[in-house]
């Protein structure tokens, strides 16, 4: 062997080494790399008297969100999630916690909202679609969903909220309209009642049809609910528009072949599904065209 080869080897080996190891730094670099969040909508230090940031931003993806959201996650995901922000505030020692959610669109942030902000209680202040109380704001504004704790409890404390929320507001982009609530008739809908749904876990949280991804929105579809009064009494309706109506047969037929058994059907059509429940009360699935509705709670069978 050349006397010189040893020395070209070493070097190789030198450079190899060299190269591998600055692989393994920017791959660890960019895994560490976090997001940087939505930190530019956050209230700035002194919004409101002594107010200031508590520790550090933290953020999180959907990779982590089950980390920070315990049981809740899955709704988040599917209705469409980005990202997470959350900030602690401190003034002595009243604390507030802000949870700024970055959804995919404001059909997402909106969808959220609606299933988590129960009966509203608006805080005169404000005057995006919020709900209010001495413990707690939700608020949603274009894609994001903000949530403001009041985290030590204190109604002394509670005015800050509101404050924290103004100082985020007009830093948000501008609500948009959701069509999804459009396929919702305006008559007889409870006020309050809609919501939106776009897959299995937001469904279930309204009625349990069946198992698994019943009513096949394939994660690219979005439906909406909301309970209806007239003389017959109180129901709920839930309205799927399909791209083609082939898709909401195929829909309809495997409804009809996995209901859930808890559900007894009482007459069935290649486009009508009637059912009692355990509560004996009656429920019904028709499809005609794309669409398919199913209303349920009915006191007494659809004539």
């Known amino acids: 062997m050349d006397k010189k080869t040893p020395s070209k080897c070493r070097g190789f080996r030198r450079t190899a080494v060299a190269l591998v190891s600055l692989l393994v730094v920017s ?169 939106i749904i776009r897959g299995p876990v937001g469904l279930q949280a309204v009625y349990t049809l069946g198992d698994g991804d019943i009513l096949q929105f394939g994660g690219k579809l979005t439906a909406a609910a909301g309970d209806y009064k007239d003389a017959a009494g109180t129901s709920t309706l839930v309205v799927v528009d399909y791209p083609t109506p082939a898709a909401a047969a195929a829909a309809f037929k495997h409804l009809k072949a996995n209901l859930d058994t808890y559900l007894k059907p009482t007459t069935a059509t290649d486009s009508k599904l009637v059912f009692q429940d355990y509560e004996k009360k009656f429920g019904v699935a028709a499809v005609n065209g794309r669409r398919l509705e199913v209303r349920l709670h009915l006191a007494k069978p659809p004539a």
């Not at 791959?27 to 940031?53: C, E, I, M, T, Y």
């Not at 920070?68 to 996650?73: E, F, L, N, P, V």
């Not at 919020?130 to 413990?135: D, L, N, P, Q």
């Not at 509101?162 to 982009?173: E, I």
């Open 27 to 195: 791959v660890g670099s960019v895994r560490a790399q976090k997001p940087a969040g939505d930190a530019n909508l956050l209230p700035a230090d002194g919004f409101s008297g002594a107010w200031k940031k508590n520790g550090p931003t933290k953020v999180f993806t959907s990779e982590d969100l089950y980390g920070y959201i315990d049981g809740g996650a899955e709704a988040f995901l599917e209705m469409g999630f980005e990202q997470l922000t959350v900030q602690k505030y401190r003034d002595g020692a009243n604390e507030l916690t802000v949870e700024l959610y970055r959804m995919t669109d404001a059909t997402s942030a909106r969808g959220i909202y609606l299933a988590r902000c129960g009966k509203e209680t608006p805080d005169p202040a404000l005057r995006e679609r919020h709900t209010a109380s001495r413990h707690q704001i939700l608020l949603q504004r274009g894609r994001y969903y903000l949530v403001l704790n009041n985290t030590a409890g204190g109604a002394a404390n509670a005015p800050m909220l509101a404050k924290a929320a103004q100082a985020m507001v007009t830093k948000m982009p501008a609500d948009t309209a959701v069509a999804a609530l459009g396929l919702l008739p305006p008559a007889g809908l409870v006020p309050g009642s809609g919501r």
